[in-house]
């Protein structure tokens, strides 16, 4: 009898933004982190943060090609060819970088100009088809759309303190202000800060911090 | 083709795959050529007046929100030349430095921006040069502006298509270009150029002919000396022409 009931309850559809669904969004923002928990995304994350605008607007790139290629995917899921389901989740992938590569080239050229390659390179991030995979396929739009936004939040979050601390330490500026300056201190930038070996190590500082306040365990 | 339970599965079936990524790519493809075709205008609006904006500012501080469309009109005349220095019936728009850059030094055709002071436009303040190389992953472009001695740079300007962002793609800052500024391009009667040192952080202001480096970007500022001894030397002769006529005009 109990049985029932519970499954009567299940079937009502649920609240775009019930509890569970609200878990879609914070959970990739610290214990389902794509970058420094499923360590997904690495690559342009050393790529793109050395200055706080480019990793900002790689960040809201990323965001809305996760999310929309998620919900599409997931209006599609019941119809996709299970043979050829990578290639059809790459071509809504593609869909989309090349939409947002085109809108930022037609609206805001310069910061278009200094992403250059990396936002075609989005359709190489893992964060966005691991997402379809393991999400967008076996769930609803409305989920899948959220799904999608807490990753790419997700991603972005780290992004952006990296970017943080390699523009601080390594230009003394942030989002292009020079703080050292304005504060009057004579700051000679950290050269190692800009290279890709800055950002391993800031990332590594990251996940330490993240274990360590989340109180995680390695298992074997 | 059946599943477990045994109803025949659609989604299985070859045709049905078939049909379903012709859909999907006929469907894609529209969706993109639409969008391609919608944005062009705009884009290339952007591509046009970045081409401007980046002649004018070899030369002149452009403001925020400046008419860089008619200031571009009233001081600059565009002229193409060939190596000999003379100057030839076309118009910059026609070339294509990337192309031009496939030839021979002798034969390339070479478009030069010629500033026109704004009280008297026969005169040549300055002369920007556009010019054309590989940096670290793909092809870089500038201009140069000269002073009307034809010697000292007034200002140049890079930009680049997949430089590193934040190390080789620093060339674009104001920073970068600023270190150019006042260097000169002639020893004695010969163009030697000005060659991006290795490393960052030096003190070159006394040497006319070396500027600050890129740390990190090493390779990108090698691209940057071999693209402006390269088109130093195509310019050369349109250049000592000018020299020569200005020294003489001075005397």
């Known amino acids: 009898m109990s049985t029932e009931v519970a499954e009567v309850v299940e079937k009502k559809s649920e609240p775009l933004f019930s509890k569970k669904n609200r878990k879609l969004i914070t959970n990739p923002l610290d214990i389902d982190n794509p970058v420094t928990v499923q360590v997904l995304g690495i690559c342009s994350a050393l790529a793109v943060t050395t200055q706080m605008k480019p990793a900002f607007v790689m960040a809201i790139a990323l965001t809305v090609v996760t999310a929309s290629s998620n919900f599409i995917i997931s209006i599609m899921r019941n119809s996709i060819p299970g043979r050829i389901r990578i290639i059809v989740q790459l071509a809504v992938v593609s869909l989309w970088v090349i939409m947002v590569d085109q809108l930022l080239k037609a609206y805001v050229y310069d910061v278009w100009k200094q992403l250059s390659v990396f936002i075609g390179l989005i359709i190489t991030n893992c964060i966005v088809m691991g997402r379809l995979e393991a999400y967008a396929m076996g769930n609803k739009p409305g989920p899948s759309l959220l799904d999608g936004l807490g990753n790419g939040f997700g991603y972005g979050l780290i992004l952006l303190i990296v970017a943080f601390f390699r523009e601080l330490l390594g230009g003394g500026s942030i989002f292009g202000f020079k703080v050292f300056e304005a504060m009057g201190l004579n700051y000679t930038g950290n050269g190692l800060m800009l290279l890709p070996a800055g950002a391993c190590v800031i990332v590594g500082v990251v996940i330490w911090v993240q274990r360590s306040i989340n109180g995680y365990r390695e298992s074997h | ?251």
């Not at chain 2, 005349?77 to 850059?101: A, H, Q, S």
């Not at chain 2, 674009?172 to 391009?185: A, C, L, P, T």
Request: net charge negative; charged share 25%; hydrophobic share 35%.
């Open chain 2, 1 to 251: 083709m059946q599943t477990k339970n045994g109803d025949y599965n659609v989604r299985q079936s070859n045709l049905y795959i078939i049909l379903y990524a012709i859909g999907l790519t006929v469907v894609c493809a529209g969706l993109l050529a639409f969008a391609s075709q919608a944005l062009k205008p705009r884009q290339d609006a952007n591509v046009e007046l970045e081409r401007k904006a980046n002649i004018l500012s070899t030369v002149i501080t452009l403001e925020e929100g400046a008419d860089i469309e008619k200031i571009y009109n009233e001081r600059i005349r565009e002229i193409v030349i060939d190596f000999n220095g003379n100057v030839v019936d076309k118009k910059p728009t026609d070339i294509n430095l990337g192309f031009e850059y496939k030839k021979d030094p002798k034969d390339r055709l070479l478009p030069v921006f010629e500033v026109r002071s704004a009280s008297d436009p026969d005169k040549i303040e300055n002369a920007v040069l556009p010019v054309f190389g590989f940096g670290l992953w793909n092809t870089i472009a500038g201009n140069v502006a000269l002073e009307s001695d034809f010697n000292t740079i007034k200002g140049v300007n890079y930009s680049h298509v997949g430089e590193t962002p934040g190390l080789g793609a620093r060339i674009v800052s104001s920073e970068i270009q600023d270190r150019y500024k006042g260097k000169q391009i002639f020893e004695g009667d010969n163009i030697v150029s000005v060659d991006m040192q290795k490393g960052e952080g030096m003190d070159y202001s006394k040497d006319a002919h070396k500027v600050d480096g890129m740390s990190g970007a090493t390779l990108t500022a090698k691209g940057v000396n071999n693209m402006l001894r390269e088109y130093f030397r195509c310019y050369e002769n349109y250049i000592k022409k000018n020299r020569t006529s200005n020294q003489q005009a001075s005397l």
